[in-house]
């Protein structure tokens, strides 16, 4: 089987193109997750938050609605409340409506646009907070806007995208989000956990199709963006859950032995051959808890569902200062 990548002239010239390059030269081929938010991928990704079989967004938003006035009591007075990614604006609402004199709403994003529009309706709609905006890739080491003075910084990372990294990519963001927080910071975080299999394979294989069309819109991308020529029909959808790794893994595989062209490379697929696109680690609250407590932060309060499918946890940073 070959799984050689076979770039034929000129060096990659963007980071999306030197990705793909990178990761069809490994083997398993693999394209990074975080790929899979442009415009028409980040549409796709709301309508799969809106399936029935998928079930942690509107379990996440159900525990935020029950809790969030103990949320707001252990983020405190005069915090700086930073949000990592494109925030669900309804969760967010819950906060904001309910923690004391905050001194500042600090929502993080990697597209400028996406931040611009979300702020100016927050400004709308809560004008005595300020809200300061930040576009930047937060999976790289950040400072935050010295800007405000605050009693303590606490940062929001809902959704349980710090499932999509790898245990040990988690501890490092962790790390990161630990030193932005700083002494008395604190961390207010979604997190996906480990349950009946079948639930889980049901979430990442709709029937509608939708998770299919948001993975095969990677191709779709790379198609647009970077001059491939990727036959739609000639890779499938997969996602499976791995007990022991306790991760769903998903994947684009190829249905016969081809050649792609992108742009001036070309690259081999043999047939059933698996390019790898994402990973969805599932925690157990303890072993999560465990992953926090060696990036800094111990757990102070812990919130689940009936079900046990999902958690949101608050943790303090444990240093003094
Ligand atoms: C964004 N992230 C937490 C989602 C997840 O469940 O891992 C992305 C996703 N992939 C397929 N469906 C949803």
Known sequence: MSQTATPIDTAPSTVFEQDVHDGFSRSPKFLPCKYFYDERGSELFARICELDAYYPTRTELAIMRCHAGEMAALIGRHARLVELGSGDSTKTRLLLDRVVDLEAYVPIDISA?????AASNLRRDYPHVP???VSLDYSRPFELPRSVRANRTVVYFPGSTIGNFTPAEARRFLRIIEAAAGPRGGLLIGVDLKKDPAVLHAAYNDPEGITAAFNLNLLVRINHELGGEFALDQFRHDAFYDT???RIEMRLVSLARQIVRIGSSSYAFARGE???????YKYDL?????????????????WTDENGFFGVQYYAVDRAG
């Not at 646009?113 to 529009?117: C, T």
């Open 286 to 302: 303890g072993e999560f808890e465990k992953l926090a407590a060696e990036a800094g932060f111990s757990l102070r309060r812990s």
């Open 274 to 280: 698996p390019i790898t696109t994402e990973y969805s």
């Open 113 to 117: 646009e996406y931040l611009a529009r």
């Open 244 to 246: 022991r790794q306790g």
């Open 131 to 133: 809200i300061l905006p």
